[in-house]
């Protein structure tokens, strides 16, 4: 039985997490153990999870589906569509059209984002200043709109209505360069353009009138859905000062070649030292890593470090906790991206942990063994770098690095990125034979990660709509199987168009066969 209010506020119970959180972390016993009663960390998501059961549903994402079903009113359906429509990928702005088109021809707003150029040309005569007037909500204009409108993928044929209202737009005196409010910086018209949707014709009519792009612009950039990287080409056209660019963080972080190469090519510095808070939790914050050695931790292909030390990138340089590139690649088992390293002068700093844990990487049983017998208890002088070898090895799918691991005496509950265990990282890039292994060796189906709070199942189903770059041959649907066969619960998935993150059509369907049924579920990033 659900107890919330007839007309509930999501943005009211978002409040109430964080001051059950703030709470619990400063000390008030009733708020930590109402957290506690339903996860182990005081987090965000464990607080909104306690509020959530507090009100009597599963996970958050079902309390939120229902307050969302709750808000059927007219004017509460646009302001959903409008904000779908710039900021939501599953295509929930369409849906929400189809289910009411009268949303349509609803106000001026509408007309913007949907490219109805004729209702807007006819709205601006009739009254121009709302061509400049920021939304009350969200505090963006009607250029930001256009420009992070979403149509253009959508339905392409609102394409050419989108472009030609943004020139309208700017016609009647809209600003380029105006930035929301609210957010770190602001955000403005070409930021929208490119990042938040890829729509690069937009982007270029944005430059042809006068907006610049700075070095925040280029890194988004970087990440822009479109063929070719077609953004950035256009930023980069119109960048100034690229030499002293940061923007390189991206296309590392993500191991895109081909975003380093057009980076390199416009005069970025491959020595600078990058912000380490640019690449999310696979590098520290602080203090900056240099190029390489953040490709190094970020596990970039060989093609990828060619073109950072071709232009001068230093092989040498240690990412911030000391560790050389050359050592990192060891320890990765990369062998040919430490000859490739050594063939532009790194040297050898490699210890015999870092060779045990290579010999674990490569399977190689016999050098794993030598090196134990010459210092006893070496794994567990590894201690967090070898847990988080352990987590990556699964991830990879190398069956046989982790059964050495295991049998070395690598801990099985081990903790890696977002606090995976094993387990999540093996189910998350659909490597089945490591999956079974670690479910036969012991490892708990029911484990949830530190960060997102979810399940190995739930990154099972995630990692199955996600592209994959860890595991070359991932096989969801065995996968799927051995997790549920070995017990693992159901009960927080649930299958929704509206998912942020929606699973494989093919695992949709196997999770249908167990009788799942439709609804948000709580997603991890997985990324």
């Not at 409008?82 to 369409?94: F, I, K």
């Not at 942990?353 to 794994?379: I, K, M, V, Y």
Request: charged share 20%.
């Amino acid at each position: 039985m659900t107890n919330l209010p007839a007309r509930p506020d999501i943005d009211q119970l978002r409040h109430q997490a964080r001051d059950l959180l703030r709470a619990a972390r400063s000390g008030d016993p009733a708020a930590a153990a109402r957290i506690a009663a339903v996860a182990d960390s005081m987090t965000l998501a464990a607080a909104q999870l306690a509020l959530a059961r507090e009100h009597g549903f599963a996970s958050w994402p079902r309390l939120k589906a229902e307050v969302d079903a709750r808000s059927s009113d007219l004017a509460e359906q646009v302001d959903a569509f409008l904000e779908a429509s710039m900021r939501d990928w599953t295509g929930r702005a369409a849906r929400i059209l189809a289910a009411t088109p009268q949303i349509a021809g609803y106000d001026f707003r509408t007309a913007v984002v949907l490219g109805d150029a004729g209702r807007v040309r006819q709205m601006l005569e009739h009254d121009q200043g709302r061509a400049t007037r920021p939304d009350p909500r969200w505090g963006w204009t009607p250029l930001h709109a256009v420009c992070g409108s979403r149509w253009h993928r959508l339905d392409p044929a609102r394409a050419d209505g989108l472009l030609a209202v943004a020139g309208l737009l700017l016609d009647a005196g809209a600003d380029p360069a105006a930035r929301t409010a609210g957010q770190q910086g602001g955000w403005t018209p070409l930021r929208c353009a490119v990042a938040g949707t890829a729509n690069p014709a937009i982007a270029r009519l944005l430059l042809e009138r006068g907006a610049t792009p700075d070095d925040h612009d280029l890194y988004l950039a970087c990440f822009a859905a479109d063929d070719h990287h077609q953004s950035l080409r256009l930023l980069l056209d119109h960048a100034h000062n690229v030499s002293e660019s940061t923007a390189l963080a991206a296309p590392i972080s993500t191991g895109d070649t081909d975003g380093v190469r057009l980076l390199l090519q416009a005069g970025a510095d491959p020595s600078r030292p990058l912000p380490g808070d640019l690449f999310g939790e696979r590098v520290p914050a602080e203090p900056p890593i240099p190029p390489v050695a953040a490709a190094a931790q970020s596990g970039c292909p060989a093609e990828l470090f060619g073109l950072l030390l071709d232009a001068g990138g230093d092989p040498d340089a240690p990412a911030q906790d000391g560790h050389s590139p050359y050592r990192i690649a060891i320890r990765q088992g990369k062998t040919d991206i430490a000859d490739l390293l050594a063939q532009h002068g790194a040297r050898d700093d490699t210890t015999d942990a870092d060779r045990f844990l290579l010999a674990c990487r490569q399977g190689n049983q016999a050098d794993a063994e030598r090196l134990l017998r010459a210092t006893p208890g070496l794994p567990g002088l590894l201690g967090g770098d070898g847990d988080f070898a352990l987590v990556d090895a699964a991830g990879h799918g190398q069956a046989g690095a982790v059964r050495l691991m295991l049998d070395a005496g690598f801990p099985l509950d081990a903790r890696g990125q977002d606090g995976a265990t094993p387990l999540h990282a093996a189910a998350g890039s659909g490597s089945a034979e490591v999956v079974r292994l670690l479910l036969d060796r012991g490892a708990g189906a029911e484990a949830r990660d530190t960060t997102w709070d979810s399940t190995p199942l739930i990154w099972a189903q995630v990692g199955s709509g996600l592209p994959q770059a860890d595991n070359p041959a991932p096989d969801w649907t065995a996968t799927i199987r051995a997790l549920i066969e070995a017990g693992a619960s159901t009960a927080d998935i649930t299958l929704s168009p509206d998912d942020p993150k929606p699973p494989s059509p093919e695992v949709a369907q196997l999770l249908r066969s167990y009788g799942i049924g439709a609804g948000p579920a709580a997603q991890p990033r997985l990324t």
